[in-house]
């Protein structure tokens, strides 16, 4: 049975909305471990909500860390359609200043290793991932945070690095002449598994530092981050919580169908044991395609 349509991924604070009624615990099990904590669900204007810490309670997982298939999955199998993803982001440019809000539209991936699809063991497939964020999602949060009062940027490309350590200035420098506005550590994987989940995926970025490029400013502390994101929670709340009623009854976007001409094995070549764990994110294509067809 379906639990909530919307997903935020953030910090803890999320989860303490003041208006949030109902509030319940979920730990649903999925073939790639268990998630990042428990999921908060709870109702909020008329909507039930999910939340999950993405680096756990008490921010116990680097972002290297993080088991991205196994929230995203635990999302997917409570019914989510929609995830924001709220993050903590340096910034690569000037008139993108800390305590601003951004709503990228690109990525860049600088991760390594980390699990990054559903698929494999038998079971191969493409998404289309020009577009990395859902179109619809991005232009409610733009309206959304607008009208919350925080000063948002509608665009930019985000790197996503692998940390834990911040850039050297050199890396800082090239994400810069690279054209990138944000430069982050946990949007990826996140981003593609939603894609393979038929998710909706959108990040919320909180800006909170220069990074370490900006010659009249301090390079970027972890103390720094923490302070700057404790003063945007408020906005980013405000932005969650009037998006909310701006998401459609039916999507009418692309990333509900990423899966359509994305599965490429015949699968009555799967292994029955890959059917069945992928069930939640494959259910609704499991009619055999049989082989060569």
């Keep these: 049975?379906?639990?909530?349509?919307?997903?935020?991924?953030?910090?803890?604070?999320?989860?303490?909305?003041?208006?949030?009624?109902?509030?319940?615990?979920?730990?649903?099990?999925?073939?790639?471990?268990?998630p990042s904590d428990a999921i908060i669900i709870g109702r909020l204007d008329g909507e039930d909500i999910a939340f999950l810490p993405r680096h756990g309670r008490g921010h116990r997982l680097l972002p290297s860390e993080l088991p991205a298939r196994a929230n995203i999955y635990a999302l997917k199998t409570l019914g989510v359609e929609f995830i924001i993803g709220v993050s903590a982001v340096g910034s690569l440019r000037q008139e993108i200043e800390p305590l601003h809000l951004v709503v990228p539209d690109q990525l860049i991936d600088r991760t390594q290793g980390r699990p990054s699809t559903f698929f494999g063991r038998?079971?191969?497939?493409?998404?289309?991932?020009?577009?990395?964020?859902?179109?619809?999602?991005?232009?409610?949060?733009?309206?959304?945070?607008?009208?919350?009062?925080?000063?948002?940027?509608?665009?930019?490309?985000?790197?996503?690095?692998?940390?834990?350590?911040?850039?050297?200035?050199?890396?800082s420098e090239l994400h810069r002449r690279w054209g990138a506005s944000l430069v982050g550590m946990t949007a990826l994987p996140e981003a593609k598994l939603a894609r393979e989940a038929e998710i909706c995926y959108a990040t919320l970025a909180c800006v909170t530092d220069y990074d370490c490029w900006h010659e009249r400013h301090e390079p970027v502390t972890a103390e720094m981050i923490i302070s700057n994101l404790r003063k945007l929670v408020e906005a980013a709340q405000r932005t969650v919580r009037l998006a909310l009623p701006r998401?459609?009854?039916?999507?009418?976007?692309?990333?509900?169908?990423?899966?359509?001409?994305?599965?490429?094995?015949?699968?009555?070549?799967?292994?029955?044991?890959?059917?069945?764990?992928?069930?939640?994110?494959?259910?609704?294509?499991?009619?055999?395609?049989?082989?060569?067809s």
């Design 247 to 292: 998401l459609p009854a039916q999507r009418r976007c692309p990333c509900g169908d990423a899966l359509k001409d994305a599965l490429v094995t015949p699968l009555d070549m799967v292994p029955a044991e890959v059917k069945e764990s992928l069930t939640p994110i494959i259910g609704r294509y499991l009619v055999e395609r049989p082989t060569g």
């Design 122 to 171: 038998g079971l191969v497939a493409h998404v289309a991932f020009a577009e990395p964020f859902c179109p619809d999602l991005r232009r409610n949060l733009q309206q959304s945070a607008g009208e919350a009062g925080a000063t948002v940027h509608d665009s930019g490309t985000l790197v996503v690095m692998e940390g834990p350590p911040f850039s050297t200035r050199a890396e």
């Design 1 to 34: 049975m379906a639990e909530a349509r919307v997903a935020v991924i953030g910090g803890s604070g999320f989860y303490q909305m003041e208006a949030l009624t109902d509030i319940r615990e979920v730990q649903p099990s999925t073939p790639f471990g268990p």
